[in-house]
């Protein structure tokens, strides 16, 4: 007993050209009425075979798009004539063969049984050809994700992604309409560029011949003493390459003014105090913003190869990326970025999740709303001892009225029924705009005060939020490319604008979160980024078929649960709340 794929294409070989069927060809009014009557009952006969259950592994939708299609079709088999396989088939089944190559698992495919020749009975021939229609239907649901139907159930309610699976039914009339099927049963893969590119990576890496990208910026020695004008030591040297600027010949260890203003340019720029002088936390600031390499592995090209066939099919001309992996966010237009910045991401505890949606609100000077899990994780317990909320700048309200927390009973009161929230101000965790795409994680971007976390390589601190490092230039090219506004009427929004000035979009963004731990590169390179939140080791437990050994974690989209404080007799004792705050934002 041979396998389709491997015997197809003897099975060709006996096929009489005049017999094979065009690829959307219905019956001429002079065929022989034998064709005629093997149309209708190969259609029947695959029908019965569907209703008996021989269509194995099939989803509900695809068991009725067979009984729908070949109950009205009255065009000749798709895969076979008289004589057995035609050619159609054996262009599907090589193609099918080449599974591999696009991430997938031949196998899974089940291209077995007995290949149909000429004098084949019409039970053998409606066989071979259900066969072929259901190989055909499993390839279209897994190169479009359908391998792990469920990421937020099965994987991580922070997955928060769906396969953009293909109706079964309009695979299998593509198929019958194409005159190239392989070549149409292919492209139910993803054609984003970034997927096409792995797919080259995945065959070098499995012939060997990858080649890493080259990190090009010069590292400063972390440990080191500190430098500052008018002293000599040979790390200057090494600091005047990372910040190219020159020095007289023979005085290249000299740290001299001119290295001093560049030094207090970049310390600027990350945020740090512009003192000139490189103690360790600029030399760390000069090394870091890249989070560290993972090896390449076949294991995550292809767990990244998965979650591209979650992604929409249209990303949209103008939109909006951050990698979670990459503490990286980019403004993309027509294929390119035209901005990139360092974001901070969620914790792992409280993750960034991954999802699509649309940016619909830039807001500047915004209040900070306290979120249920802060409430009660976080204020419940100090309030309890008394602490009072204003040293961080929060206020209280019930039914829309402010009331004093020191009158609260929080032995007995449910601070979820409670808005608590951060006016607008200097110290305002949100800083001076936040960017909304209203979402059920209740995610979304701003600005920040702690710009010293940016120069951390891995920078997850947030409660699930992302911060951006210069949000201003994000406001620019969302607004920009909104309303045609430059950097100067965001100056003017900031300066004479009101406190909380939501601004709605015209034209919503779409934004996506992803996690993409390899990234290839158009000229063969690539970057790879560490699994920080475990998704790629799910993914990839999930496609070994290895379910039970998937770590889900917590379910953060479960309504937070009230615990009740211990409430002490005299107020203003315990954690004050500003502590509770530098723990949680870092200032």
Known sequence: MRSL???????????????????????????????????????????ELVASGAAEGMT??????????????????????????????????????????WGLDPAAFKLSGPVPTAGASRAELARAELTLSVAVLTYARHARGGRIPEPQKQLSSYLDRKPQLKDPGLVLEEMARSQTPDATLAGFNPQHRQFLLLRDLLARQRTGAVTETKDTVVRVPSEGPSLAQGKSHPDVAILRQRLKVAAEPGREEMFDEALTQAVKAFQKEAGLGADGVVGRGTRDALNGGRPSAAPLRESAILANMEQWRWMPEDLGDFHITVNVPEYMIRVMRGGDAVHTERVIVGEIANQTPVFSDQMQTVVFHPFWGVPDSIKVNELLPSLARGSALERQGLRLQYNGRDVDPRSIDWGQADIRNFHVYQPPGSSNVLGVVKFLFPNQHQTYMHDTPTKNLFNASQRTFSHGCMRVRNPLKLAEAVMGYDRGWTMADVDDALANGPEN???????????????????????????????????????????????????????????????????????????????????????
């Not at 079709?73 to 099918?96: F, M, T, Y």
């Not at 063969?524 to 290895?546: P, S």
């Open 5 to 47: 794929v491997v015997a197809v294409a003897l099975a060709l070989a006996v096929v009489p050209v005049a017999l094979r069927p065009l690829p959307a060809g219905a019956i001429e009014p002079d065929a022989p009425e034998r064709l005629i009557a093997m149309t209708e009952a190969i259609g029947m006969s695959v029908r």
């Open 501 to 587: 000035n939501n601004i709605t979009l015209e034209r919503k963004i779409p934004v996506h979160m992803t996690y993409f731990t390899v990234v290839a590169n158009p000229d063969g390179t690539y970057q790879t980024f560490n699994d920080v939140y475990g998704h790629e080791k799910r993914i990839t437990l999930a496609l070994a078929g290895k379910w039970g050994q998937i770590d889900k974690g917590r379910d953060h989209l479960a309504p937070v649960q009230l615990r009740r404080p211990e409430v002490v007799a005299q107020p203003g004792g315990g954690q004050p709340v500003t502590n509770i705050f530098q723990a949680l934002f870092g200032f």
């Open 60 to 101: 509900a939708e695809e068991r009725a798009a067979l009984t729908a299609f070949y109950g009205v079709r009255a065009e000749p088999p798709l895969w076979i004539d008289e004589s057995g396989l035609n050619e159609r088939a054996r262009l599907v089944a090589a193609e099918i063969g080449r599974a591999a190559d």
